[in-house]
């Protein structure tokens, strides 16, 4: 058994740092399949329900302490990270914004988050989970250049809902890992800073999704919500071993998936005292004229988590929400300028978090941090690529980084050759 597992882990090591070293070419592709396909029996397509090596998929146990440490594992719990007290805790606060990044969204973006800082100095994080379809990628390499984190969200993003619930290994390859070979090519971002996943929906497909992470060395999930665990809040995890959070929108992981992370969406409560995922998403809110209804809103639901046990605070919506809404905007505004100016509270990237959870430092020592930098990516002008003709007919235009495509890009062929 233990020489099995050893087997995997060097064939696994050595797939990714195939994948990794043939990616992060702005050129034009030569070799289009090479690059996202890890070496496997498994990729013919749509008959594989299971993992590159299914033998493995062992049904996870409940979490021991003494087995699972930092900075590889953690066991799900609302214990923060290295026995910290709240006090000497960072209260992180991950803004994320989903689906197609365009030429208008883009402009709210700019507004909301560029020159804004942190008050230890550092400009804030902010994460974009980003659906392929109608993308521009010229604005998605800006974003990425302005310090702001590109994460996946599938390159289809299709319905029904139920298609992401029952979605096979297969279909989750071409959505996802796919779509980080897709993004990190048209963008011109590097391969490696695309770490993250939110499925389509939050829907959830099981053990799935969070096997071809673990293939193709995708670090953390951020779609799994939690209504149990909201007071305190539930801390990031991995899935070395059986999670204890509640099963919202089933199918939830329950296999033992190494090298995973959990980043749990903590639920807002709404004025009904139902639980939102989102902040786009709760029933009873504030009237949506009401800025000063929604900034005390917004700031109840903070301070369960920064008056707790500082488990990370997401502030997860959808563009058009806030530009649809310019009062809920003001008071999204008004509670970044208060993030700004607390001195133990940061608005950050994902990825960041859960940097922070696998070596947790006290807050001083964090401020006294010098700020993250990325190596910046050009992106040479070009006009949008088009018209491209997509799978269903459709022509779409397509702003790039690159060559361009000879058919819109989609599921199984992410290049559009
Ligand atoms: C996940 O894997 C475990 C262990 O093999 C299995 O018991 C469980 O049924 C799987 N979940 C789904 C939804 O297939
Ligand atoms: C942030 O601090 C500035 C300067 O002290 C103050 O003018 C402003 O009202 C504060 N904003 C919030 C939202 O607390
Ligand atoms: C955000 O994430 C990117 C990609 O991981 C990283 O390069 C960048 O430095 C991060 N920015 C901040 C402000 O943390
Ligand atoms: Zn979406």
Not at 145 to 171: F, K, M, V
């Amino acid at each position: 058994m233990r020489s099995v597992v050893l087997v995997f882990v060097v064939v696994l090591g050595l797939a990714i740092t195939i994948v990794q070293a043939q990616v992060p070419t702005p050129e034009p592709l030569q070799t289009p399949s090479t690059s996202t396909q890890v070496p496997s029996e498994t990729t013919t397509e749509g008959t594989t329900t299971t993992g590159l090596y299914p033998d493995e998929l062992k049904l996870a146990e409940e979490c021991d302490e003494e087995l699972c440490k930092l900075p590889n594992c953690r066991c799900s719990s609302t214990d923060i990270p290295g026995g910290l007290l709240p006090r000497d805790t960072p209260q992180f606060v991950t803004i994320t914004f989903d689906d197609a990044v365009n030429v208008i969204n883009t402009v709210t973006y700019r507004n909301l988050l560029n020159g804004r800082k942190n008050s230890n100095g550092c400009p804030v994080g902010a994460t974009f989970y980003v659906s392929h379809e109608y993308t521009n990628y010229r604005l998605v390499n800006e974003l990425y250049n302005q310090g702001y984190e590109i994460a996946l969200h599938s390159i289809s993003h299709r319905t029904p809902q139920d298609y992401w619930a029952t979605a096979t290994y297969n279909d989750i390859k071409q959505e996802i890992a796919d779509q980080r070979v897709q993004i990190s090519h048209f963008a011109n971002i590097p391969f490696e800073s695309v770490k993250g996943v939110r499925l389509p929906f939050l829907q959830l497909s099981g053990n799935v999704s969070f096997q071809v992470m673990a293939d193709y060395g995708l670090e953390y999930d951020c779609s799994w919500p939690t209504s149990s665990y909201t007071d305190p809040g539930l801390w990031p995890y991995s899935l070395d071993y059986a999670s204890v959070q509640d099963c919202m929108i089933p199918p939830c992981p329950t296999a033992s998936i190494p090298k995973t992370w959990v980043l749990p969406m903590v639920s807002w409560i709404d004025l009904g005292g139902f639980p939102c995922a989102m902040a786009d998403s709760c029933h009873f809110t504030p009237d949506l004229e009401d800025e000063e209804g929604w900034y005390k809103f917004i700031v109840s639901n903070f301070e369960r988590h920064y008056l707790g046990n500082r488990a990370p605070f997401g502030f997860y919506i959808h563009e058009w929400y806030l530009s649809s809404n310019p009062a809920v905007q003001a008071a999204f505004v008004r509670f970044m300028d208060l993030v700004s100016n607390l001195s133990d509270a940061f608005m950050v990237n994902s990825s960041e978090v859960l940097d922070w959870v696998k070596n947790p430092i006290p807050v001083n020592e964090y401020k006294a941090k010098s700020c993250r930098t990325w190596s910046s990516t050009s992106c040479a002008f070009q006009p949008d690529c088009g018209p491209l003709v997509g799978p269903n007919g459709m022509s779409y235009w397509m702003g790039a980084c690159n060559v361009c495509p000879t058919v819109y890009p989609w599921t199984g062929n992410p290049f559009g050759q």
